[in-house]
């Protein structure tokens, strides 16, 4: 069982940028596909960006063009480089195992929390 820990969350104007970390254990982290997702309050969890373990990338339509997800094999770690944060970006993201055809894998994290003030 993966255990993953996100951080790097916080409170961020409207335009800013953040960094999230994603932690994992496995001594097999390399072979991983894993994904992000998020939750806004009263929504339901959404894909926000995937990452394969040949370092092939996709992106929700909302986030394409601004966030940037990325692997570190050494380091046990995905990223999510959010750049030009929205108000709507507001929510808690999660990091996930997946396998190569996008099921979930594994329980969810704690989560962090990203608030975008105007």
């Known amino acids: 069982q993966v255990r993953l820990v996100e951080s790097g969350g916080g409170l961020v104007q409207a335009g800013g940028s953040l960094r999230l970390s994603c932690a994992a254990s496995?001594?097999?982290?390399?072979?991983?596909?894993m994904g992000w997702y998020r939750q806004a309050p009263g929504k339901e969890r959404e894909f926000v960006a995937g990452?394969?373990?040949?370092?092939?990338?996709n992106y929700a339509d909302s986030v394409k063009g601004r966030f940037t997800i990325s692997k570190d094999n050494a380091q046990n770690t995905v990223y999510l480089q959010m750049n030009s944060l929205e108000l709507e970006d507001t929510a808690i993201y999660y990091c996930?195992?997946?396998?190569?055809?996008?099921?979930?894998?594994?329980?969810w994290g704690q989560g962090t929390q990203v608030t975008v003030s105007s």
């Open positions: 496995g001594r097999t982290f390399s072979s991983y596909d």
């Open positions: 996930i195992r997946r396998s190569q055809a996008g099921f979930l894998i594994g329980n």
């Open positions: 990452i394969s373990s040949s370092g092939s990338t």
